[in-house]
């Protein structure tokens, strides 16, 4: 993997420069997170695709100013696309990243052939007293995403490294993009979805239940759906090989 910077957007990337001939996966984390959410995909995956995972503005190693919408989340992904020319991109996003990448297909339809969302919906309501917590006990909030983001029977060495990196968020930063989550809801507007989206759920996600991925592929027209056993919330960390598989397969299908 490559680390690169284009403007204020710090990004890691399986091989760079981009192979104009292929098509580019475009990697977009969750709140409060960064690129190291999808490390296993971007090296799993470059020998197939253009892998690209990016630091949303505010986070990570990227500068510039984090958002509470997810409609200017997608507005600075569309610009990272044109400043770095990224050939064929494919959005694919895990929870907020999965709401901004349902945006871009809506909003921005002709620059994108196909999408990929995880561990998401078409509404993200956010319960209050989670606000409260990263404001008042930012620790006992990433003890609490360590509780219900992840399967039981995923290993401590496993989920490690993203804990730790979420320790080091700005509270700020988490708390303006779960407000962004709150105010998403794209549910009247699936239907406009015109172009192939793969939906991955996992077995023990108790952030963003099976049911929300069940929806997603009853109402996105072109959309269908892999379920993965045994993985939580962050399941591209948890289940790298089987998500690999299954983003593979989808764009094998697709001729992407």
């Not at 956010?126 to 990263?134: C, G, N, R, T």
């Not at 006992?140 to 490690?160: C, H, I, N, W």
Request: aromatic share 8%; charged share 25%.
């Amino acid at each position: 993997m490559e680390r690169r910077v284009s403007g204020d957007t710090a990004f890691v990337c399986g091989r760079w420069p981009l192979d104009p001939s292929r098509s580019t996966l475009i990697f977009i984390h969750g709140a409060g997170e960064s690129s190291l959410l999808w490390h296993a995909q971007v090296a799993g995956l470059k020998d197939r695709v253009n892998t690209v995972a990016i630091d949303l503005p505010g986070h990570g190693r990227s500068g510039g100013r984090s958002q509470s919408r997810v409609e200017d989340y997608a507005r600075s992904l569309v610009d990272f696309i044109d400043a770095i020319a990224m050939p064929r991109p494919v959005p694919c996003g895990l929870s907020m990243g999965g709401a901004i990448t349902q945006q871009l297909l809506l909003d921005e339809l002709a620059r994108f052939p196909a999408g990929v969302i995880l561990s998401s919906g078409g509404r993200l309501r956010v319960l209050p007293a989670l606000f409260d917590m990263i404001e008042t006990d930012f620790p006992a909030y990433v003890e609490m995403v360590d509780r219900l983001g992840f399967s039981e029977k995923t290993a401590p060495a496993v989920k490690q490294p993203f804990l730790d990196d979420s320790l080091k968020a700005d509270p700020a930063v988490a708390h303006g993009d779960f407000k962004a989550c709150d105010q998403f809801d794209v549910i009247q507007r699936l239907g406009s979805i015109r172009v192939p989206v793969l939906v991955i759920s996992a077995e023990d996600d108790r952030l963003t239940p099976p049911k929300y991925g069940v929806f997603l592929e009853k109402h996105i027209p072109n959309a269908v759906r892999s379920h993965v056993l045994d993985a939580g919330h962050f399941v591209p960390i948890e289940k790298p090989q089987e998500v690999n598989a299954a983003i593979s397969f989808f764009l094998d299908a697709n001729g992407l």
